[in-house]
């Protein structure tokens, strides 16, 4: 798991944080809640510097008032300096949104790892020990994909749902694919998940993306979104736009080329190459 591809959909989409939280003993949500994001430092006013990965702050839509301060925490394996720094943020978090109450979320794909990362921490203070609330690969929230577009991209972002079959590579398409999701986050979805995909995953998901089935939504979307911007800047936009959302890492040089080109045959020619090719490279031979 990439420690930044579980945090970049929870940042696309803060509810996500809400979700984690719905089953979980002891904590209680508002009927209607506004979720939003929140500073990160929890350094306070000590001298050593703590920095958590991502904090959602969830307040009482009807009142405004904070309710909830969640931390979350990608954590790829134990570590024993957690044990010092993860209470720090919950109590810190608490001062800082001036909400009752927060809850560290642990994002831990090992299942072995999540086990260590479930220990309770002891302070040493009287009925104050923390119990982090860990996520693994499996047990994700959303990786039936009855619960959303959203939550279901981060059950597979976590390795919850198998990538590499095509039940879950097709799982994983109908929710980015769904009307519920943005053409913006749809596009910012798919770069996330092409991310994150082991080798043959990828090459499944690049494979049906381009059938009948879902061609209009991955490619024809984002090459009119392209036309409807004006023809050659349009055209060139959705050439980069399709080699981010590939993942396949074109050059600066070769960004300006596709920006300064005003060939609309050429411009097209780029676009289809790059629907199916495996490098930058392959877009830009001669």
């Known amino acids: 798991?990439?420690?930044?591809?579980?945090?970049?959909?929870?940042?696309?989409?803060?509810?996500?944080?809400?979700?984690?939280?719905?089953?979980?003993?002891?904590?209680?949500?508002?009927?209607?809640?506004?979720?939003?994001?929140?500073?990160?430092?929890?350094?306070?006013?000590?001298?050593?510097?703590?920095?958590?990965?991502?904090?959602?702050?969830?307040?009482?839509?009807?009142?405004?008032?904070?309710?909830?301060?969640v931390i979350i925490e990608p954590q790829l394996r134990d570590s024993d300096t957690k044990r010092y720094s993860w209470p720090v943020y919950v109590t810190t978090a608490r001062r800082?949104?001036?909400?009752?109450?927060?809850?560290?979320?642990?994002?831990?794909?090992?299942?072995?790892?999540?086990?260590?990362?479930?220990?309770?921490?002891?302070?040493?203070?009287?009925?104050?020990?923390?119990?982090?609330?860990?996520?693994?690969?499996?047990?994700?929230?959303?990786?039936?994909?009855?619960?959303?577009?959203?939550?279901?991209?981060?059950?597979?972002?976590?390795?919850?749902?198998?990538?590499?079959?095509?039940p879950g590579a097709r799982r994983v398409l109908d929710a980015i694919a769904s009307p519920d999701v943005s053409e913006t986050d749809r596009l910012r979805m798919t770069a996330i998940i092409l991310t994150l995909a082991s080798e043959p995953a990828r090459h499944l998901l690049e494979a049906m993306m381009t059938t009948s089935e879902y061609e209009k939504t991955f490619v024809e979307k984002i090459h009119d979104q392209g036309i409807a911007e004006g023809e050659a800047k349009g055209k060139a936009e959705a050439v980069l736009k399709l080699l981010d959302a590939r993942r396949l890492a074109p050059s600066e040089e070769q960004r300006q080329q596709v920006a300064s080109c005003t060939n609309a045959a050429q411009?097209?020619?780029?676009?289809?190459?790059?629907?199916?090719?495996?490098?930058?490279?392959?877009?830009?031979?001669?």
């Open 1 to 69: 798991m990439s420690h930044e591809g579980p945090l970049d959909l929870v940042r696309q989409h803060p509810e996500i944080a809400v979700d984690l939280l719905q089953a979980t003993p002891g904590i209680t949500l508002p009927g209607r809640a506004a979720v939003s994001l929140a500073p990160t430092d929890m350094s306070a006013a000590v001298p050593v510097q703590y920095l958590a990965d991502m904090v959602v702050l969830i307040s009482d839509a009807a009142t405004g008032q904070p309710v909830l301060a």
């Open 96 to 166: 800082i949104a001036r909400c009752p109450a927060a809850v560290l979320v642990v994002l831990c794909p090992d299942p072995a790892e999540a086990a260590k990362c479930r220990q309770l921490i002891r302070t040493g203070h009287p009925g104050f020990d923390l119990a982090p609330v860990v996520i693994d690969s499996g047990g994700p929230p959303g990786r039936d994909g009855t619960r959303g577009p959203y939550l279901t991209a981060f059950a597979a972002s976590m390795g919850g749902i198998d990538m590499e079959t095509e």
């Open 267 to 286: 411009l097209d020619l780029w676009f289809d190459r790059a629907i199916t090719a495996g490098t930058a490279a392959e877009v830009f031979a001669n």
